[in-house]
């Protein structure tokens, strides 16, 4: 079917409109967490997101006169890519956490001398990056996360509607916000493995001096694996409260950086 029949079957309106909520719903399958996993083939993601717009559309563009030339049209679709940008940034900030929370334990534990690549970024990254990443995939299925995303997704309408135009000093700020969050979020998962790890190499830096005979790295480096696996299964049920608890904050803040200019 081609556009010309499209636009007499459905209207010129509606087709428009279905295209500006494709541009704000595309970025949560480029950027947001699992919609936009390497694991996912491009054409499943692409059915999906189609299916979203195809959903929307009749919801959003009620009422809306939408520009048709193609230069009004042309910045009406940056707009929408726009402010699905600064949705799924913020959501992605908050995994981008996790896989830094791992690299961090991976480096100090010696795991990050084996590279794996991970399935859901498509990235170079170490076993607990990769498994930390995987975790959190879980937890976010587990607890209805793609529920949540498609539902905030949905109320941006409500804060920029399609024939609206988002403030974009709060849209800067808030991505600015979202990038500046995502050592801090790592320090609170990885923050307790850290520091034992630190005093573990403290003790084994003490013990070298007091029996200078002793080989601290054959010795170090296996302790030094145990304490980091052992703290990490007692932390993981904290963490999954956490990640649940950060989810729904993450869509909050998200809607809070859109505002119409």
Same mark, same amino acid.
């Given at each position: 079917?081609?556009?010309?029949?499209?636009? @007499?079957?459905?209207?010129?309106?509606?087709?428009?409109?279905?295209?500006?909520?494709?541009?704000?719903?595309?970025?949560?399958?480029?950027? *947001?967490?699992?919609?936009?996993?390497?694991?996912?083939?491009?054409?499943?993601?692409?059915?999906? +997101?189609?299916?979203?717009?195809?959903?929307?559309? #009749?919801?959003? =563009?009620?009422?809306?006169?939408?520009?048709?030339?193609?230069?009004?049209?042309? $910045?009406?679709?940056?707009? @929408?890519?726009?402010? %699905?940008? $600064?949705?799924?940034?913020?959501?992605?900030?908050? /995994?981008?956490?996790?896989?830094? *929370? &791992?690299?961090?334990?991976?480096?100090?534990? &010696?795991?990050?001398?084996?590279?794996?690549?991970? !399935?859901?970024?498509?990235?170079?990254?170490?076993?607990? *990056?990769?498994?930390?990443?995987?975790?959190?995939?879980?937890?976010?299925?587990?607890?209805? $996360?793609? =529920?949540?995303?498609?539902?905030?997704?949905?109320? =941006?309408?409500?804060?920029? %509607?399609?024939?609206?135009? #988002?403030?974009?000093?709060?849209?800067?700020? &808030?991505?600015?916000?979202?990038?500046?969050?995502?050592?801090?979020? *790592?320090?609170?998962? +990885?923050?307790?493995?850290?520091?034992?790890?630190?005093?573990?190499?403290?003790?084994?830096?003490?013990?070298?001096?007091?029996?200078?005979?002793?080989?601290?790295?054959?010795? %170090?480096?296996? +302790?030094?694996?145990?304490?980091?696996?052992?703290?990490?299964?007692?932390?993981? !049920? /904290?963490? %999954?409260?956490?990640?649940?608890? @950060?989810?729904?904050?993450?869509?909050?803040?998200?809607?809070?950086?859109?505002?119409?200019?």
């Amino acid at each position: 079917m081609t556009l010309q029949q499209l636009i @007499e079957q459905f209207g010129e309106q509606q087709v428009v409109g279905f295209f500006l909520v494709l541009a704000r719903v595309s970025p949560l399958f480029a950027l *947001a967490p699992l919609f936009s996993s390497k694991s996912v083939p491009m054409r499943v993601r692409g059915i999906v +997101a189609v299916a979203l717009a195809i959903g929307l559309t #009749p919801l959003v =563009t009620g009422g809306a006169k939408l520009p048709t030339d193609p230069w009004g049209l042309g $910045g009406m679709i940056g707009k @929408e890519i726009l402010v %699905g940008a $600064g949705f799924a940034f913020t959501l992605a900030a908050l /995994f981008a956490a996790l896989e830094v *929370a &791992g690299s961090f334990l991976d480096t100090l534990i &010696g795991f990050s001398f084996g590279g794996l690549v991970d !399935p859901i970024t498509g990235n170079q990254s170490a076993v607990l *990056a990769r498994m930390y990443s995987l975790i959190g995939v879980l937890i976010f299925i587990a607890i209805g $996360g793609d =529920t949540w995303v498609i539902q905030g997704l949905a109320r =941006t309408y409500d804060v920029v %509607g399609i024939d609206q135009v #988002p403030d974009i000093n709060v849209l800067v700020a &808030g991505a600015v916000q979202s990038f500046s969050s995502i050592f801090l979020s *790592a320090i609170q998962v +990885a923050g307790p493995i850290v520091l034992a790890l630190i005093l573990t190499d403290a003790a084994f830096g003490v013990v070298s001096r007091v029996v200078p005979q002793l080989n601290v790295f054959a010795v %170090g480096f296996p +302790a030094k694996v145990t304490v980091g696996l052992l703290l990490l299964g007692v932390t993981l !049920p /904290f963490v %999954g409260g956490w990640l649940a608890d @950060e989810l729904q904050q993450s869509v909050l803040q998200a809607l809070q950086t859109l505002k119409v200019a």
